[in-house]
């Protein structure tokens, strides 16, 4: 029963399940009244679902809905439409959103739309203090309570007749801001604003001003009064005194300080006036600034003071400001319209100036040391006043002066620069320097002791005909030089090495070597070296020549090899020869010698050889016709009988082979030591011994 019951709800449910059959066509996302929205008014985000359903049920919707990504709104509704309203909208409202509806285990997301609220509402400022002193601030806040950072305040300070002092702050976190100014001189009746920008969708948004604050300033202490004494119209050598003053509501910390071109004269603190005085002179002219101080409050006044001349500055005239020494030199101090004054001559000096005479005139012999720059000072009323300086120059005269090379020797490397110094000993700088090659002026030096000149067009051909000469502004003139002549050396070019006989020598014969070059300043260094496993020099000699013959003899198989030479000068650069090879062979009576001792011998052997053929032959024939009979045998008699006959034929032939084994030693005795290394092929001759069997036979 209860199985039946479970196969028949099963059954429903299956049943039930293909009625509910559903799908999402679209989720859309819509705004209200439209995508742009003023600040303040208000708008409705809506979220609707277009769903096609298999029958008609109720179905049931999550709808949930985000702005920049974060959840804003969420509702669960049988409708397929939600509204997410927002009554007042702010720009903080601007944004990106989007909605997702669930339904039946199903879920369909929308689209973005961007929603852009314009405008920002009317910030609000508050200040701190409504009334101030000067040197105090003001502290102001400017808020948004409504609007969402990042924001960017602007604080506006206005004045009468002004342009309005801002402050900028930007706010990343917070949707207000704070801010102090500083209350100046001046500052009587202030106003005090602000207003607040935004940035959205690439464009800048700004805030009507907010609410307009008053701030009225106090005066901690009135503007100080400056007055000079007796007058502000003065003559040098007068006192002038200057006077600061200023009414203060209390005198803590209160400073009054007088200043002119930047410089503190004089300064007073917790007081009300401030007193100067010093001698007037014609420095004291200018504007002169009181300043009087409290916190930061600060109020200045200025005055200017005229210093009228007493009497110009003093003139100094010499007789001459260029002098031989041991002249007389004549010094005049004066002042244009005024005599009645106490005159003193000088001389300036780092360590302090050296005086010379309390009086107008000055009459000296001058020597070189006096050279410098000379002063008179005239004295009035205290009033001290000093003239321009007059530079005075006593010349010595120059000595003569001396050309060298720098490098020391007076001689230049074909090619290479030349370059001379020119000294003058004594004479006072600056001195004129001028070279000379030849008659022409190659180089003017203004210098102190010495001038160099360096010459480097130098010519194959050239010998000099340098000098200098040297002069300063004594009256005696130029002085030159001796003349200086110059060795051009060339440097060596195309260095041979050539032999005779050339390629093959004979052994034990001379050799000549000839080392030569194309070009090249004498002496001539030479160098010929034989080249081994390392270089072995085997001649060297200096020669006032472009070329060197050595001789080598008795040339030996030793000698065979590489030849190379060397050849240098005073240009210092070693110039090598192509290498040559030099084979020693052996002399002609050599090559006699060993054919005699060899080929003779050879020839014989092979002679001998050939006998021994022949011999051999015979002596293989005659068994053969010892086997033909009696006739054999009768002629075998005869043969006998002619072998007893002819054995002196026989000896006599053995002896030969002897003679000629004692000349073929004998040649080998008398072979050279230059031949021990020859072989010599030797054939070896056997001579048969006498038959016993037959020595028997011919006994009988």
């Not at 879920?107 to 701190?128: D, M």
């Not at 002169?288 to 003071?305: D, F, H, I, P």
Request: glycine share 4%; aromatic share 8%; net charge positive.
């Amino acid at each position: 029963m209860y199985l039946a019951l479970l196969v028949i709800f099963l059954h429903c449910s299956e049943l039930y399940a293909q009625e509910r059959v559903f799908t999402f066509n679209m989720v859309e996302i819509k705004v209200q009244p439209s995508v742009k929205v003023k600040n303040g008014a208000p708008m409705s985000i809506i979220c609707h679902a277009d769903i096609s359903k298999k029958n008609d049920f109720q179905l049931s919707h999550n709808f949930t809905i985000f702005k920049d990504g974060k959840l804003v709104f969420m509702i669960t509704s049988d409708k397929g439409e939600a509204r997410y309203g927002i009554p007042v909208a702010r720009s903080s409202d601007t944004g990106l959103y989007e909605c997702a509806v669930e339904a039946g285990g199903k879920t369909k997301s929308s689209k973005s739309l961007h929603v852009w609220v314009t405008g920002l509402t009317k910030p609000i400022l508050t200040a701190e203090k409504k009334e101030v002193l000067e040197g105090e601030v003001v502290k102001l806040r400017c808020e948004l309570p409504e609007e969402a950072s990042p924001l960017y305040f602007v604080f506006r300070k206005i004045k009468m007749n002004s342009k309005p002092n801002e402050k900028h702050v930007s706010e990343s976190h917070r949707n207000f801001s704070t801010v102090e100014f500083s209350v100046e001189e001046e500052d009587n009746i202030l106003h005090f604003d602000c207003l607040v920008r935004r940035l959205v969708n690439l464009e800048l948004e700004t805030s009507e001003p907010s609410n307009r604050t008053l701030v009225t300033v106090k005066e901690p202490f009135i503007k100080p009064t400056l007055k000079a004494k007796p007058s502000s119209n003065i003559t040098e050598g007068d006192r002038i005194q200057l006077e600061c003053s200023t009414v203060v509501a209390r005198m803590h910390d209160i400073e009054i300080i007088l200043q002119k071109n930047r410089t503190i004269l004089n300064s007073v603190r917790d007081e009300k006036l401030l007193k100067y005085s010093a001698v007037a002179t014609l420095e004291e002219s200018g504007e002169y600034l009181c300043k009087v101080e409290q916190g930061r409050a600060s109020k200045t006044t200025k005055l200017n003071v005229v210093v009228a001349e007493l009497f110009p500055k003093p003139v100094l005239t010499a007789s001459a400001i260029k002098l031989d020494e041991n002249k007389e030199l004549t010094l005049s101090c004066s002042i244009s319209g005024f005599r009645k004054a106490n005159f003193s001559i000088l001389r300036k000096n780092s360590n302090g100036d050296i005086w010379f005479k309390n009086s107008r005139n000055l009459t000296m012999r001058v020597h070189v040391n006096d050279t410098g720059s000379y002063i008179c000072k005239a004295e009035v009323k205290g009033i001290v006043k000093e003239s321009k300086p007059v530079r005075i120059n006593v010349y010595a005269p120059v000595s003569k002066p001396t050309l060298s090379v720098v490098s020391g020797l007076p001689e230049v490397v074909l090619g290479k620069p030349l370059q001379l110094i020119c000294r003058s000993v004594m004479g006072t700088p600056p001195i004129t320097f001028k070279f000379y090659k030849g008659n022409e002026i190659k180089k003017t030096v203004v210098n102190d002791t010495y001038a160099v000149f360096l010459d480097e067009n130098i010519r194959r051909n050239d010998k000099g005909g340098y000098k200098c000469d040297a002069r300063n502004d004594h009256s005696s003139g130029m002085k030159t030089s001796n003349i200086l002549n110059i060795t051009v050396i060339v440097p060596i070019r195309n260095a041979s090495l050539g032999s005779n006989p050339y390629g093959e020598v004979e052994d034990g014969s001379d050799t000549a070597f000839l080392c030569s070059v194309k070009e090249g300043s004498w002496p001539i260094h030479f160098k010929i070296f034989k080249k081994t496993d390392h270089e072995v020099l085997l001649f060297e000699k200096s020669e006032n020549a472009d070329r060197i013959l050595w001789r080598k003899e008795a040339m030996s198989r030793q000698d065979t090899g590489t030849y190379y030479c060397i050849a240098s000068n005073r240009a210092n650069v070693d110039v090598k020869s192509h290498p040559i090879t030099i084979s020693v062979v052996l002399a002609a009576w050599q090559k006699g010698v060993i054919a005699a001792f060899v080929l003779i011998p050879i020839a014989g052997a092979i002679a001998l050889t050939l006998w021994w053929f022949l011999f051999k032959k015979k002596t293989a024939q005659r068994p053969s016709m010892e086997m033909s009979g009696s006739a054999l045998a009768t002629n075998l008699t005869s043969e006998k009988l002619t072998r007893q006959n002819n054995d002196g034929d026989y000896y006599s032939r053995s002896g030969y082979i002897e003679d000629g084994e004692n000349h073929m030693k004998s040649t080998d005795e008398n072979k050279g030591p230059d031949l021990e290394s020859a072989e010599v092929e030797y054939t070896e001759v056997e001579v048969s011994t006498l038959d016993p069997h037959r020595e028997n036979t011919r006994a009988s």
